[in-house]
């Protein structure tokens, strides 16, 4: 007897060292065929301890395929291997358990623990007749056999895992494209555990790839109790049993410095349980796709960044070589149509009876059908938002007004912290912005309002010098300018001054504000009177008024100067009237310089007040009204 054990121990260490196996599983095969013709038993058959089942399951029957890879685990707390007898875990095991007279149950020990059981099958004599002591040095024989294959197939598989784990990280990190580390994740799994099935689930900040099992992250009800949540939020390895009884579900979190990005889910048939290391790899996968995932996620922000910077810095350049405020917002809506492929695009300021006034170069939509209703509809979105909207589609959000508009992004302009108004961008389909747009749609209009606002300070400078504060007319200094520029280009003119009569009266009998009203009065019927006539109306000084014609004859301009003094005469309040003193000049006769034009103007107009006032006086006689 011991001389056939000597010779079992001498077969196995003999194979073990010069016949190993590459893998575990052809390992066990061998075993199981060297060990069922020394027991002589006619079948055979492996039950391995599934760690997370807490149960002894079929790992290997004889003629039948293996499922999974080398798990040596311990079957029972240490210092309780033998209260786990054989008939008990016969009874667990067998598919007939009624034959326990006919079966054999070998342990398979190391010094851990028990890690599984051999059991032979006989059909033709009572396997009980077999010695104890025959059955004890069978197994003292395996379990020298299994501590040593336990050893060499430890350290086999993991310096394998420390390499593949060397290579992928390898692979990761020489990638700056998001989809090329993802496809590497699940090529590089596949390869070392191809029965597993893998699913990528992806923060809502990517989209799902068709060539890839990616998935953005589900916050619905069904998926707020699953486990894959409970990993991304909490940035922690989870495993659970699938509940429809034949799976486990590992989900290991994409975890790099700054967050989560996502979860990777590995589902494991239970008949293919693994062990710590591999729970270990897979975390450690995770983790280092994490970083990379992270890396080229960053990369990928940057050169977006680093685009949108250019595009604004483009913008801004343009913007600042254009003058007018029309010309700025013209620019500005073809930039933003192009760069989101916006169907509108319009810019608002607000205007002082609360509505907004569209600025000239906003696109089609705004200038043509754009009106309180829909900016009341937009304003009231920044109340409920307290700042820049961004609303995918529209139907249903209490803007129905804007349609057939589903997508919007509403940016306010600001000016020192004061809101001077805002821009809107919209499409016809709904989800049609992304985030990252309305993010660059911020930054555009952050800078195209500090410069319309200085262009919007400029014309409103440029009004004040060249208007009348009073009277809304031009200014005697801008009418100057233009008297001797139509002089130097024209080839005739009439500089018409245009003075109140008994204007110190009045405002003696009804005060100031009363004086003020009726000069008032008096300029808007100057400017009925001359409108397309190409005329230019300023206030002169005091109750002065002028008024120059360029370019029509005499006559005509006697005409429009008699129908002022006329209706001024009837239509004011308290009635005035005034006197006029009428200077013309013709190329033909020499061009004056304007201020011996005005000279002119001035002897006619004390002609008139001479002559009784309310009458009109000029300086050449020959001169006819016709």
């Not at 784990?165 to 555990?193: G, M, R």
Request: hydrophobic share 40%; glycine share 6%; charged share 20%.
């Amino acid at each position: 007897m011991e001389m056939k054990f000597n010779r079992l121990n001498s077969r196995l260490f003999e194979w073990m060292m010069t016949e190993t196996p590459p893998a575990f599983e052809q390992f066990l095969v061998k075993l199981m065929k060297e060990m069922k013709d020394f027991m002589h038993a006619e079948g055979t058959a492996c039950y391995m301890f599934h760690q997370w089942r807490g149960v002894y399951q079929l790992y290997r029957q004889e003629d039948t395929p293996v499922y999974f890879h080398h798990s040596f685990a311990p079957a029972a707390p240490p210092g309780q291997e033998e209260q786990m007898p054989g008939p008990s875990i016969k009874g667990r095991m067998l598919a007939q358990p009624g034959h326990d007279d006919q079966v054999i149950v070998l342990p398979l020990k190391k010094m851990s623990g028990i890690v599984g059981y051999l059991a032979f099958t006989y059909t033709d004599k009572d396997s009980s007749l077999i010695p104890s002591s025959y059955l004890k040095a069978a197994s003292e024989s395996l379990e020298k056999v299994i501590e040593k294959a336990d050893n060499f197939y430890t350290m086999k598989e993991e310096k394998n895992m420390f390499e593949r784990l060397l290579n992928v990280t390898a692979h990761f990190h020489s990638s700056i494209d998001i989809q090329t580390v993802l496809k590497e994740i699940i090529a590089t799994l596949s390869e070392v555990y191809p029965s597993f099935q893998y699913h990528l689930h992806l923060s809502q900040e990517f989209e799902e790839m068709p060539d890839l099992p990616v998935y953005v992250l589900s916050y619905n009800e069904s998926f707020s109790s699953n486990t894959g949540l409970q990993a991304f939020i909490t940035g922690e390895f989870q495993i659970i049993e699938n509940p429809d009884g034949q799976q486990f579900l590992l989900y290991a979190p994409l975890k790099g410095r700054q967050g989560v990005y996502g979860v990777l889910q590995i589902t494991i048939p239970y008949t293919l349980p693994i062990r710590g290391k591999e729970v270990e790899f897979f975390i450690q996968i995770a983790d280092t796709a994490g970083k990379a995932f992270e890396n080229a996620r960053l990369y990928e922000q940057a050169r977006k960044q680093n685009n949108d910077l250019q595009i604004i810095t483009a913008a801004s350049q343009r913007l600042n070589s254009y003058t007018k405020l029309s010309e700025k917002a013209a620019f500005m809506v073809e930039q933003i149509q192009e760069i989101f492929q916006a169907d509108e695009a319009g810019f608002l300021t607000y205007a002082g009876d609360g509505g907004a006034s569209v600025l000239e170069g906003s696109s089609n939509y705004f200038t043509s059908i754009f009106n309180l209703e829909e900016v009341s509809a937009i304003r009231s979105l920044f109340e409920r938002e307290s700042g820049p909207v961004f609303i995918s589609d529209l139907h249903g959000d209490g803007a129905d007004v804007l349609h057939p508009y589903r997508s919007l992004m509403a940016v306010p302009m600001k000016d020192h912290h004061q809101q001077t108004g805002f821009a809107v961008v919209l499409h016809k389909k709904p989800s049609f912005f992304s985030f990252d747009s309305f993010k660059l749609l911020q930054s555009l209009v952050q800078h195209s309002a500090l410069a319309f606002a200085n262009s919007i300070l400029q014309e409103e400078l440029e009004r004040a010098v060249i208007t009348d504060y009073l009277t809304k007319l031009h200014s005697r200094i801008y009418l100057d300018h233009r008297v001797e520029k139509h002089i130097k280009e024209d080839e005739q003119g009439h500089l018409i001054l245009i003075d109140i009569d008994h204007f110190k009266a009045v405002n003696d009998t009804y005060g100031h504000q009363t004086g003020d009203e009726v000069i008032c009065q008096a300029a808007a019927v100057i400017q009925e009177e001359i409108a397309g006539s190409s005329g230019l109306a300023a206030r002169w000084g005091g109750e002065e008024l002028a008024v120059y014609f360029p370019s029509i004859s005499a006559g005509e301009a006697y005409q429009i100067t008699e129908s002022i003094r006329e209706r001024i005469a009837s239509e004011t309040h308290p009635g005035v009237t005034v006197s006029c003193g009428f200077s013309s000049w013709k190329a033909i006769h020499g061009r004056p310089g304007r201020k011996e034009l005005i000279l002119q103007a001035d002897r006619a107009l004390y002609q008139a007040k001479k002559a009784g006032r309310n009458c009109i006086k000029k300086n050449d006689p020959g001169i006819l009204p016709g």
